[in-house]
């Protein structure tokens, strides 16, 4: 029977939303059990108690005593999300005016990065692409103007497959979430009845496996996005989509949808060769797993039955057994045989080194060492240079998932301008506080007059140091011994806490001069030099940033207060230079002459 697409209705949607999902659900039951059995292998927990809240397990035996899986995913977690992409805007040929609207629209995207912890939402999305092969963070702004980005779980997301075999993007999308009734009534209490009418065994979401709980509802949002037609005269025609909220007895939500892409933003740890979901960790090593758990049962039995240690003791000896006991240096007689101590090995090496090969290879698969799962080093790597380097090597093993972790956040960055020029094309307000060693700037992002034909996204971690004090040092020493930093420069880069107060004492001149620079090349802001200032330092920084910001197009007056603080300087530090004149003695300054004794 054909049934009428549920974007295609105007009201009353569920029936034909939870029915075209469902039916997507039961034709695609191998990729649930792909997410069943990696989730297993991972957390060593049925799925559906991810959903029902019921985190028992299944059997004692349930958790793995060696979780490679687990051990992989959090190292590779580790390994890559230590680096904290920060999107940088590079204008297209522009001059210092569409430079300067490029660095705030730098501080507004860092900004909101910072207020809404995206960099803690992606690492959660990260995990689950280790886990089921894909992680997807979703996008949205409130009515009140507020943008928001949180990490779905993937096992809540449904997407016909047969419309995404080769990849490309989908163009509908559901999300399923278990939620409590009563959350559900405080937030829709005009649809309290048909809530209470709701099962969660009604629908076939992930409750297969459990009994029914009254106390919870399958909330299902879908997404069907907008898609675009030529008109006579050329011009693009929007065709809208909808946007659905509801549960199995009633429709909470369907309004138009005008993005023509999906809220949601999809990090892949490998890509299959066909399809729209990837390939985690957990499917790389399953048959390292498998075979690892065999290998301990076995191990264990044997060690178990096997490797209890038994004295042997020959009948004709007449030995008493009362005299075995726990004594030091207990004496025992006997006759003609001693007693023979055996210690059975219990399992033969060779099953021992399978067992450490298999544990080895498995690590080796993903590109990772055993060593660096265990946070050591290799023997004989004690330079910063030596131990970079080793990095370096093992890192390019990860050159593909690195470019898919900088474009994760790439596509992030992109979600949350098209946020921020919504909201301010209805008028809302998009203001957000920048961190900066300066302290704190406020970025509104309708003063950013900058097209997005006049810029290109590039990324950089947020620091390229070393992460540990130790290399950051040894980084900085030898930048210091090729002559490429000051010893001021280095201090600064080393950013030690026990230390900050010294570093920052140290380098106040240098701080003073630079924020002086500051001031007239952004703001117009003139401080003249004084005696107590660097001025030595202060005009070679003046002169440097003069050139700089002279190829830069920098206003005329603005390279005019550059040229004038520099000339200043030198007269200031030439009036210093010079000693001080010797002071003219007047005649009242004079002392008069002794008169002889007695003369008047």
Request: negative net charge; proline residues 5%; contains cysteine.
């Amino acid at each position: 029977e054909h049934q009428t697409p549920w974007w295609e209705l105007d009201k009353e949607a569920h029936k034909n939303v939870f029915a075209t999902a469902g039916n997507i659900r039961r034709n695609q039951t191998a990729q649930e059990d792909l997410d069943e059995r990696h989730f297993r292998l991972y957390s060593g927990l049925p799925l559906y108690s991810a959903f029902t809240f019921n985190l028992t397990f299944d059997t004692l035996d349930a958790k793995f005593t060696m979780n490679i899986v687990q051990a992989a995913t959090n190292t590779l977690v580790s390994k890559i999300c230590k680096n904290k992409i920060r999107p940088t805007f590079l204008t297209d040929d522009g001059d210092w005016g569409m430079q300067q609207q490029a660095k705030k629209l730098d501080k507004y995207v860092f900004g909101q990065f910072y207020k809404m912890d995206i960099y803690e939402e992606t690492k959660k999305a990260f995990r689950d692409a280790c886990i089921f092969g894909d992680g997807f963070v979703k996008h949205w702004h409130d009515s009140d103007g507020k943008i928001n980005f949180k990490r779905v779980f993937k096992p809540c997301l449904i997407v016909n497959q047969a419309e995404v075999m080769y990849g490309q993007e989908p163009k509908t999308i559901y999300e399923v979430r278990v939620v409590d009734k009563q959350t559900l009534k405080q937030k829709y209490p005009d649809f309290s009845l048909e809530i209470d009418e709701a099962s969660i065994s009604d629908v076939p979401f992930f409750v297969d496996s459990f009994e029914s709980n009254h106390q919870l509802a399958v909330v299902v949002e879908g997404y069907r996005v907008a898609h675009k037609t030529k008109g006579k005269d050329g011009e693009d025609i929007l065709h809208k989509g909808k946007h659905f909220i509801g549960i199995s007895t009633a429709t909470f939500l369907l309004e138009d949808f005008e993005q023509e892409k999906i809220p949601y933003v999809k990090m892949t740890y490998v890509p299959n060769a066909v399809g729209y979901y990837g390939k985690g960790v957990a499917e790389i090593i399953t048959g390292h797993q498998v075979e690892i758990n065999r290998m301990l049962r076995r191990i264990s039995r044997g060690m178990n039955l096997m490797s209890s240690p038994t004295i042997l003791v020959d009948f004709m000896s007449e030995i008493v057994d009362t005299h075995f006991n726990n004594e030091v240096g207990t004496v025992i007689k006997y006759k003609n045989t001693p007693p023979i101590y055996n210690f059975p090995t219990g399992i033969n090496p060779t099953v021992i080194d399978w067992f450490l090969t298999v544990y080895q290879k498995a690590f080796e698969e993903i590109g990772l060492s055993q060593l660096t799962a265990q946070s050591q080093k290799p023997a004989g790597l004690d330079s910063g240079k030596a131990l970079r380097e080793y990095n370096d090597i093992e890192t390019e093993r990860f050159a593909e998932l690195a470019q898919s972790w900088e474009k994760f956040h790439l596509d992030i960055t992109d979600a949350l301008l098209i946020h921020s020029q919504q909201i301010a094309k209805e008028g809302g307000n998009v203001i957000v506080l920048s961190p900066d060693k300066m302290g704190a700037q406020k970025i509104d992002f309708k003063t950013i007059k900058l097209k997005d034909s006049e810029y290109i996204m590039q990324v950089y971690p947020s620091s390229m140091l070393p992460k540990t004090p130790a290399g950051r040092l040894a980084y900085v020493q030898e930048m210091l011994g090729a002559g490429l930093l000051t010893p001021e420069e280095g201090l600064g880069l080393l950013e030690f806490p026990d230390i900050s107060e010294i570093t920052e004492n140290k380098n106040a001149y240098v701080d003073d001069i630079r924020h002086t620079a500051y001031l007239i090349v952004n703001k117009a802001e003139y401080n003249p030099p004084e005696p107590y200032q660097n001025l030595q330092y202060g005009i070679s920084y003046m002169n440097s940033t003069y050139l700089k910001m002279k190829t830069r197009a920098l206003p005329t007056e603005r390279l005019d207060l550059l040229q004038k603080w520099i000339n200043d300087a030198l007269t200031l530090q030439e009036q210093m230079s010079q000693p001080p004149e010797q002071a003219i003695p007047t005649e009242a300054m004079i002392a008069p002459e002794e008169l002889p004794q007695g003369v008047l």
